[in-house]
């Protein structure tokens, strides 16, 4: 089971930026398509963007293209969400996991298992 922390959340106004990562310890990310989730309180999770094991490719959810931008940095063994242009309806905990890009969705390949998450707080 591959284990994966989340980091880089916070509280930021609207308009705001926040850039979250993914790593894992113990197991290179190379072979792993990663995928960002959040879960706001009472919603259930959602995919909001995954990206390939080269980078290749990418999905994202309709409402944060063109604000959201998935990266990765292999080396670094980290995969990164940049947000840009927050706004309140971004407020959730925010996950990373190991997922199959299919056609544009993120689909998750973790069992169900998740981490602890970050939480990202946008507001005034």
């Known amino acids: 089971q591959l284990q994966l922390v989340e980091s880089g959340g916070g509280l930021v106004q609207p308009g705001g930026s926040l850039r979250l990562s993914c790593t894992a310890s113990g197991i290179t990310l190379d072979d792993y398509a990663i995928g960002w989730f959040r879960q706001a309180p009472g919603r259930e999770r959602e995919g909001v963007s995954c990206i390939s094991s080269s980078g290749g490719r990418t999905n994202y959810r309709g409402s944060v293209k063109g604000r959201f931008t998935i990266s990765r940095d292999n080396a670094k063994n980290t995969v990164y969400l940049q947000m840009n242009s927050l706004k309140p309806e971004d407020t959730a905990v925010y996950f990373c996991?190991?997922?199959?890009?299919?056609?544009?969705?993120?689909?998750?390949?973790?069992?169900?298992?998740w981490g602890q998450g970050t939480q990202v707080t946008v507001s005034s």
């Open positions: 996991a190991a997922v199959r890009l299919v056609l544009n969705l993120c689909v998750p390949q973790n069992s169900g298992s």
